[in-house]
């Protein structure tokens, strides 16, 4: 597994370079399903970089990636999944705040995770028998503040909507952030920097969240109490483990 | 007037050295008027050493800042606008995504604004006669991009409560930022990350943008359709002044 982990730490990092070199060109844009859910050209590009390494090196594994179908059940037998740009939008506008995620399975286990931010040069990795670190740094675990010392990222929708009573839980923060990254708010809640995250979000852009958040005390949740099930997309809470039996009963008191 | 600006640029890069050797350290938190207004033993600190090398170098200007009531009004003489810790909740929980603004005016004019992003050392400043910089490279002016292909940053509050039909003119956007800090939030749309920000900001939050944005083709109105005051609290939107009547046009109709 270590020379598994060491591989894609570096394929992450080669990922990230051809990012950066791409983007200095035109890019093209394409509309997925509505104004605001792109995909360009660099993130097919990248896709298919990572996979092609990764056959390459592991012939007989498997991929579960964001761009062009490519959806293998994750748990059976090794699973990649691959989320090449997450932060599509914020890469297209701002050129800055996005990542790219890789998590890898074997039949259904987390093995490591890694969230690489691009344009910071900054790559959190680990899980399972690896420590989690933020480049050579290991992150600490949680530690034990509660929602009222501390701010939330919640996406935009469901706060309008105020999905599952999500405005009465945020009430009780500091306040709330939106990046417009899953990966990035994730990797804030690995810091410290943020107490949780809540969003409407696909396997790729979880998955890695569960497997390096269990080492420090963090896990996913999904709102309406069903089992995270790396098919769908599903609105769910990255949170601080201990804090998960209070949040339930905030939550479906509101 | 070239002296005065080097010495806004010199000085602000002290106090961000300040900040970071002293956020090393313990510090007191302090709620303003309600548990999300807060104030560190930082802000003070800064602010004083701020003022306090100012009026030692300029004995007859004047300050308008955030703490301690502070508040000559702007049109009368030499007067330093100051925030010496804009994004107080990022910078108590984040330990990032904080920053120091400064401007200065003569009889109600703006000379020049300073916005330093003290962890990324990243120093926004110019406007009146010197170009507009970060760091040592200038700004491009506003590249005429319309609202339906940009990211927009805006307040929660006022997001949540629909202020000004505030949910009908996002609707034209490609989705809402919340960064909370009006500092970054205004270096981003500066950068041409963002088309605009909307918040509801005191004299100390906006003056720089004012004064930046002015020769890079942004502005900023208020959505009541008064003017700028520099006295009290105002709900505003900093945008490329090309689309200020379509704006206005978009949110008179919502």
Known sequence: MENKFAFAQDLIKKAG???????????????????????TSIDIAIQ?????????????????AEEENCQHGISVGNVWVIDPIDGTLNFVTQKSDFAIMISYFEK??????LIYDVMEDKLYSGGGVFSVTCNDEK???????PLSHSLVACNTGMLLKNSYGVQELLKHSLGVRNYGCAALSIARVLNNQ???????VYPWDYAAANVLGQALG???MTLDGSDIDYTNRQM???????????????????
Chains 1, 2 share one sequence.
């Not at 298919?48 to 579960?64: K, R, T, V, W």
């Not at 259904?108 to 995770?113: A, D, I, L, T």
């Not at 943020?194 to 409407?200: C, D, G, Q, R, V």
Request: overall charge negative.
């Open 17 to 39: 370079q051809l990012v950066i070199e791409q983007m200095k060109d035109v890019f093209d844009v394409t509309v997925k399903t509505t104004q605001d859910d792109v995909v």
């Open 48 to 64: 298919n970089f990572l996979i092609q390494s990764i056959a390459e090196h592991y012939p007989e594994d498997h991929f579960l």
């Open 108 to 113: 259904g286990s987390g093995q490591f995770g």
């Open 139 to 145: 992150l600490p675990v949680f530690d034990g503040r």
């Open 194 to 200: 943020l107490w949780a995250y809540i969003s409407n």
């Open 218 to 220: 963090y896990e996913l």
């Open 236 to 254: 769910v809470i990255f949170l601080p483990s201990q804090y998960k039996n209070t949040i339930q009963e905030l939550h479906f008191r509101s």
